[in-house]
DNA sequence: CGTAGACCCTGCGCGC
DNA sequence: TGCGCGCAGGGTCTAC
């Protein structure tokens, strides 16, 4: 479900109704996601601890808290974040809701909350890790430059991809390389920089690598101001869904006219994931 | 080291 | 209506 776009809103949308906040306690009933979750350790790190602030890493939403800890949680596939009013006693939690956590009164509400986990699928994460190592953390260490920073550049991609024989798409996608980019931008990225994803990316010359770079950077700024994209259940941490599917141009367009060219969008499977471009624009 | 492929899991929409 | 199939925005691990 999510890439960076869809995390960075989700961010944004639980930024005020979380920092300062205090964390009660946490409910776990599934422990059986990506890696399992460990209920003790995360209501050690998190109960009565004050959510200092929100980050963004990759596809991960960290979240500081008192007392040196961070909690890390991962949407996988299928994961949604969201915010509830305070449950009444009956009302059971939702299927597939794996983690609560209740919230004090505080932030943008005077009541106290929900912050509720879902993941049908279980290829999410929650968990809880040093802030100050997190960096060092097996989950973290490894991965590459963030794509709407300073230090992202055409140059840093040409240099890392020299040689490569993998395609274009593949290496995008390697978050060793660059993090953040999923399925859906890297088809989106690739096709407004007119590069074909099965394009090796050791051939590929400097100055397009500049172009593909200010596309990848242009197609993430763009769906986060339309508030990610929805294609089945992304909603945001209020339950808002995003707008920028409208505006894709290649995902999920098989068959359709490039908006360009006319020529029909092809899709083809690369390394089990649907690749979608224009043959008649990408090269 | 880089690369290709299998795998993890549930739910949905489609054609029959 | 029911069933089987392919597909889905994530990442990790293995074999070569």
Redesign the pocket.
Known sequence: ???LP?VEVLKRSLEPHLVGRRIRSVEVREV?L?EPVRPKLLARHCAGRRIVRLRRR??YLLADLEGGYTLVI?L???GRLTLAEPATPAEPPE??EHVTFLLAPGGASRKPQRLRFRD????GLVLSLKTATLDRDR?FAHLGVEPLSEAFSGGLLAHRAAG????VK??L?D?RNVVGV???YVCEALFRAGIHPFRS??RIALRRWDTLAGAIVEVLCRAIEQG???????LDGEGNP?YFRTALDVYGREGEPCRRCRRPIRRKVL????TFYCPGCQH
């Open positions: 479900m999510p890439e869809e059986r990506r990759s596809k991962h996988g596939m299928s299927l597939h049908p699928r279980r290829f989950h490569r024989r993998a395609p593949s290496f996608m978050a999923g399925n859906i990316a050791g990610g994209t929805t294609l089945n259940d992304f995003g390394s089990q994931r649907s």
